[in-house]
């Protein structure tokens, strides 16, 4: 393992000192390190609070800001949060207007995030994101996983809770978005968990990990390594077949990287998609293309596709400051 | 049953000792299906308990196996914390601090359904369900502290075979059948610790 | 060689269509694919033009937009471009006010860019960029080679450019920037040039290249993984030996990844960093993290520091708006 | 000398030919001291000459040679497309449509000028300079294009030893020693090919 780290017991408590301290004209972090929010807190209006497992990075705490989130919880690497450090970002970000939950369908965080609800004073509600179509979502398992959508959930509401919007339109809103939203990505290479010391799993030179999750695990098959237009064709297929847009729609396409993969990358795989998406006579209104929803240092890349509205398009649109998106 | 200061801070060492030794081994069997946290999240919350054990030990033992269970909740993270800390919390609000063989068999039946209340689910899903409601069982069937860490150890063992239908490893759908639940194990672990302390006991 | 890529000879044209339809709201691509410019070309201001081999993106083309670039030429993968094409992008970003162009000291650049000069009709103006203290500067050789502080010159003239500064102030502001700032990196893998199809060099399991150049060129010496503190006292000394910076001055601090290592390990060493600029004297003002001067898909990350005074500081904090840098 | 199209036309494939031959020789040379771009920028631009050769034949030889020059600045890119295109069109300009041996003797020693002046350094920096002016220097002692051709691949040899001092070569200091420069390489190729034909040509 190789890793600009020092102590393996210390490396989250550094990489968030580093990351509070590079941002600490938008964010601040709570003294005891349980959450990060926002420099200058918002005044009368909904909070939102979300959080998971570190590793992720920037998701979540680089979306605290202005248009976005009020607080982060990081819990150690690849673990969700505990229900005490939740909680105490709850009560930090709620003006009194209560305060709305943006989490990953892992169940870690459901319960974790629900046992903070139901020590929370104020009025506390839930929108749960589970965007990867790699993983079966039939009704006896644990559903879907949450990914690279969350970002394009916690924007949007993000933007909405800045205009005012209410609670409970917050979480209808929310849901309208998560619905509107799939991903999928492929691997090429494993991440290390620093604790583990070794990758979670192998590839082979020429192979991938297609639906891979983003704690590295496995998605739906080993495959040899193809050209980024089959892989593109391979998880938009995936994605459409359950997302079936209307012909003609528009949409937001966001091509995540991993961690490991430059950005050259990603904008030659974004012009891939955004070519096929023509030509299955969807619209590419809008674009994102950067490493925000990372699994340490895996290399590889997911796609999201969100049908958008005018509702939407002009949410995502709104302005937002955070340390990594900003507009 | 007595449950005197010694007894409690025994059973406490006892349950912390298991963990501190097969966390490894935890660690493995989470990474073959789920994400490798399991060895190190138990460590971390049992470790914070035995940080406690002394005061812990003190108290009536409805308040200690409550405190225990906040203190997992509040270290653990993780689907395990909240699982292990609602056992512990439901078994501290449902026992007396002297309970009999009876209040602790419904005890540990409450404890039961809170856990696949907070899980959203039941045995046969290859989850730490599937030890701890055999357990119940034996236990309700007069079943001695041998006999119930064997059931423990047994059932454990049993997860091998089985689809996951929670946890992590239900993401890997087929590819979970053939090895044992991480969370079934420390279960199994901690059953056997105990059991191995009370035997002793009433030796 | 395991790239998200179709064709080899294709790699740079799919990666600049992809960037420049993900920013059509910010930039313009040339027809021709010669060069990047503005959506909106900037009116009656001097121009800065930038380029350069290409590989190291975001920069140059990440940093078109308002507060920073007019123009910028991208090159084949590692190879300066030709003189052509940087000649269409002086001729696009020319208002008529003169055009300054910013290059980094490597010979090709060097003489590409002078070539494009010679062959325009406007005034046009050069500052160099050689911060990189990994390599001697002995007057008889090349000098240093121009890497990651080429993009706090870009930025605060860009600034400067925005605000109405004259040609020969924008090239003393430059130069003065250029002298204020020196960067050293380190790898902690190579990268692979798609064409050559093998990794530059070959680092072993426990082994770093201190002072790496841009273009996995070696540095000053191989040497065995050791800690992030260590690696960032290392390389702040190379730079603090040569920069000389006054006590008590305020600083610039910029972590720059090399494309293949996470965001959570750059603020990582951010942390280290800024805490040994601290015991050395200095105060970090400003600070930068992430990975924006790569080398294709190289782990690793530079360390750049720039001695600020009131002027410097309040361009780098005027709005920028580009695809890679925003606020 | 007289210069007639097909004379023309052959010494371009000439030139055209051994760089598309040696250009993977080429690449290898830069990736041991260099960026690895040589061997693919040399081949892109003789292969646009080559695109153009019928045409380019046809016309005077300075305005053939000047073109040439201006198809390599503008193919190539790197270090050595300015320098290969300063060489091709100092020579251009240097030149008359059929110069004696003294003009073409005095065009190639401007032009080796102009290269030295475009890339600010002179021979014995291990770079095609050292190859450029000993063929200068064997040109102007009035040396056939065999001998010529020698030199040019002598001199490409002894660049091995060389400490380089300019090109991106110098960032490596000491590691350099030990390899051939790739720009007196492929110098070399290109003078040994346009010697062959020449030679062939007065036989
Ligand atoms: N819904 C659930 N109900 C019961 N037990 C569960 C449930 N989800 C997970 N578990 C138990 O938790 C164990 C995994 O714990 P841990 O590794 O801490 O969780 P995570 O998946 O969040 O990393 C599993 O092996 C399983 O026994
Ligand atoms: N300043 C210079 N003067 C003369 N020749 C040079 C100079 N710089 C580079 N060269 C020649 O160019 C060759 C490298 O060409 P190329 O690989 O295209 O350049 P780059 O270093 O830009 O990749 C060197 O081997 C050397 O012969
Ligand atoms: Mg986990
Ligand atoms: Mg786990
Ligand atoms: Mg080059
Ligand atoms: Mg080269």
């Known amino acids: 393992m190789k890793k600009l780290i020092n102590d393996i017991a210390n490396v989250l408590d550094e990489s968030l000192d580093g990351f509070a301290a590079a941002h600490a004209d938008l964010v601040a972090m709570d003294p005891g390190r349980r959450f990060v929010q926002r420099r200058t807190p918002a005044q009368a209006k909904v909070a939102l609070v979300s959080g998971g497992g570190s590793g992720h990075e920037p998701l979540h705490a680089g979306f605290v800001g202005r248009g976005m989130l009020d607080a982060a919880v990081p819990g150690a690497i690849f673990t969700s949060p505990t229900p005490d450090r939740i909680l105490a970002a709850i009560e930090a970000a709620d003006t009194g207007a209560g305060v709305v939950l943006i989490v990953k369908n892992y169940e870690g965080d459901v319960m974790n995030f629900e046992m903070a609800a139901e020590m929370a004073e104020g009025e506390v509600a839930r929108v749960l994101v589970d965007d990867d179509v790699a993983v079966d979502n039939s009704s006896y398992t644990i559903g879907r996983r949450g990914v690279a959508g969350t970002l394009v959930v916690e924007k949007i509401l993000g933007a909405a809770a800045e205009k005012g919007m209410a609670l409970p339109d917050l979480v209808a809103l929310g849901a309208r978005v998560n619905a509107a939203t799939r991903s999928m990505g492929v691997a090429l290479s494993s991440c290390t968990v620093p604790a583990a010391g070794i990758p979670t799993f192998q590839l082979g030179e020429d192979e991938i990990e297609v639906g891979v999750g983003i704690h590295g695990e496995p998605g739906r098959r080993r495959a040899p390594m193809v050209s980024a237009d089959a892989i593109v064709a391979e998880l938009l297929k995936a994605i459409l077949d359950d997302l079936k847009p209307k012909a003609g729609s528009k949409c937001l396409l966001f091509v995540n990287g991993f961690g490991g993969t430059p950005s050259s990358e990603l904008y030659l795989v974004f012009n891939a998609a955004r070519k096929r998406l023509e030509v299955e006579g969807l619209s590419v209104a809008r674009s994102l293309v950067g490493s925000y929803v990372t699994s340490l240092e895996m290399a590889g890349c997911s796609l999201t596709v969100t049908v958008l509205d005018d509702e939407l398009t002009a949410l995502w649109d709104e302005p937002v400051s955070t340390p990594a998106l900003r507009w | ?203």
């Open chain 2, 1 to 203: 049953m007595q449950m005197d200061r010694d007894l409690l801070y025994r059973l406490i060492e006892a349950a912390v000792g298991t963990v501190d030794s097969h966390w490894q081994e935890l660690t493995a069997l989470d990474q073959a299906i789920g994400d490798g946290d399991h060895g190190a999240g138990m460590k971390r919350g049992f470790d914070a308990v035995m940080a406690d054990a002394d005061k812990l030990a003190e108290q009536p033992l409805p308040a200690t196996l409550t405190a225990i269970g906040r203190t997992l909740v509040m270290s653990m993270g993780g689907a395990s914390g909240p699982l292990y800390g609602t056992f512990f919390m439901e078994l501290g609000k449902s026992l007396d601090a002297a309970p009999d063989r009876a209040a602790l068999n419904a005890g540990f039946t409450r404890a039961l359904a809170a856990v696949a209340a907070r899980g959203k689910s039941e045995p046969g899903q290859k989850t730490m369900l599937d030890v701890l409601a055999p357990v119940s069982a034996a236990l309700d069937a007069g079943a001695d502290a041998g006999t119930v860490a064997r059931v423990a150890h047994d059932a454990a063992e049993a997860t091998v075979p089985m689809l996951a239908l929670r946890g992590r490893a239900a993401f890997l759908g087929e590819r979970s059948v053939g090895h044992m639940d991480p969370g079934a194990r420390s279960s199994s672990l901690i059953i056997g610790a105990v059991c191995a302390v009370l035997e002793e006991q009433s030796a």
